[in-house]
């Protein structure tokens, strides 16, 4: 194996610069540590660091000498957080792993002191460079030309890597959709033939990494490799739909969704999903309540805006930002409206909230209703009647009308 291809990078972009001068610490008390990870990956590509993780051939009570205040963030697995100037930098152990019975986690970390044996056990070659504090890369397993053929290659034996933790398979298809990298051959089969050890994986996590690959740059290549692998069949829902999958992943979606809301509504409208199985979608998928019912809302602009026709009721209940979620789903297929006239159709509402309509139960029971479901009657009454543009949001109005209504009943 080559060791080593030399190659530094002159001037560090600025998340990295506080956190040198903890690695210095480390380097002046003899011990190694560099920059891991993604930060260095995306160094290399030029594009934004979100978090900066750090590794080191010292244990963490060593680490714990050499600074005066650090924080047990996971000590048994070999992460300490060191407090330095006022800022915390959580740097972890040089370590392997072993056991993964359960495919998400190893039965036993072992710290130790060469950075190679660490490099080892990550999931991919360009997640396995190391950066000294002085911006030196180290690539131990040819990550550069990887990263230059822009290929996600499985670091030594895919099948094992993804024995050792299930979720790299989400991660291989998540990066490649980030990257617009291709997974290389090797890998992609070892996936094929590992797909179904994702049943062992929580569904949160699934979920975390196939939204992140549905906002990457390519989730149609994403949406292929899914199929391609089989891997479809192992994430909650998916197996039924399998021709709908292909038509959603066939259409250009390239750096067009922006949020997780447009995810799952693009989904329900491709998949053809009614509420109920929309709502069953997103419990299987472990969605939260606000987000399912955010879809919902979206779904029923999406609807509107295929019918070409803005009704003030539907506006009204869909909300601003649901409706540009909508339009902005629709805009894949050419169906989406100039997004000014949708702001000025939601702002020439009448009233935009309930809370704007001017009376509420008390102010009617002031005026002489009696509590009760009634009352509620007439008051959603008023409410669409103000909505539609039949009746002025005026109080002395709006009572008339409440008892026209109420002697109706
Ligand atoms: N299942 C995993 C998760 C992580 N890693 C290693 O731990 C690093 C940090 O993990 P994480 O923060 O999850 O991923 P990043 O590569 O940093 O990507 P992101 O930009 O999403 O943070 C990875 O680069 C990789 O070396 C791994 O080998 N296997
Ligand atoms: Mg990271």
Redesign the pocket.
């Known amino acids: 194996m080559k060791e080593g291809n030399k190659m530094k990078i002159e001037n560090l972009p600025s998340e990295f610069i506080d956190a040198r001068k903890v690695l210095q610490v480390i380097e002046q008390n003899g011990f190694e540590a560099y920059f891991?990870?993604?930060?260095?990956?995306?160094t290399l590509l030029n594009l934004p660091?979100?978090?900066v993780?750090m590794a080191t051939s010292a244990y963490p009570a060593e680490i714990k000498k050499f600074f005066k205040r650090t924080i047990d963030t996971g000590i048994e697995h070999g992460t300490v957080t060191v407090m330095f100037d006022h800022k915390g930098f959580e740097i972890t152990t040089f370590r392997t792993e072993s056991g993964y019975q359960d495919f998400r986690r190893p039965d036993k970390v072992t710290f130790i002191r060469s950075l190679k044996e660490d490099?080892k056990?990550?999931?991919?070659t360009?997640?396995?460079f190391a950066m000294k504090e002085n911006g030196e890369v180290i690539d131990l397993f040819n990550g550069m030309e990887d990263l230059q053929h822009h290929l996600i290659r499985a670091?030594g034996d895919a099948n094992q890597?993804f024995n050792?933790?299930a979720?790299?398979m989400m991660?291989a298809v998540?990066?490649g959709s980030?990257l617009n990298f291709k997974i290389e051959e090797k890998t992609f089969a070892a996936i094929k033939a590992n797909c179904q050890l994702l049943k062992k994986i929580a569904i949160e996590r699934i979920n975390v990494e196939f939204i992140?690959m549905m906002l990457g740059i390519s989730p149609s290549q994403g949406l292929q490799e899914i199929l391609g692998t089989d891997l479809f069949e192992y994430v909650p829902f998916f197996n039924q739909y399998l021709s709908e999958l292909k038509h959603l992943a066939n259409l250009d979606l390239s750096n067009h969704l922006t949020n997780e809301i447009q995810v799952w509504s693009l989904l329900a409208f491709e998949l053809n999903l009614k509420q109920s199985q929309i709502r069953k979608m997103m419990k299987l998928w472990k969605c939260s309540n606000k987000m399912t019912e955010n879809v919902l809302q979206v779904v029923k602009g999406i609807k509107m805006l295929q019918n070409k026709q803005i009704v003030s009721l539907f506006i009204y209940q869909i909300g601003l930002n649901n409706l540009l979620n909508a339009n902005h789903v629709m805009e894949i297929y050419g169906l989406n409206q100039g997004e000014e006239e949708l702001e000025n159709a939601f702002n020439s509402l009448p009233i935009k909230q309930k809370a704007e309509l001017n009376v509420n139960g008390g102010s009617l029971i002031k005026a002489g209703f009696k509590p009760g479901p009634q009352l509620g009657k007439v008051l959603n009454d008023l409410e669409l009647m103000v909505i539609n543009g039949e009746v002025e949001n005026d109080q002395i109005t709006l009572i008339n009308k409440a008892k026209e209504l109420a002697n109706e009943n």
């Open positions: 891991v990870g993604g930060s260095v990956r995306d660091i979100h978090d993780d490099l056990r990550r999931d991919f360009i997640n396995a670091v890597r050792e933790d979720l790299r991660r998540r990066f980030q992140k």
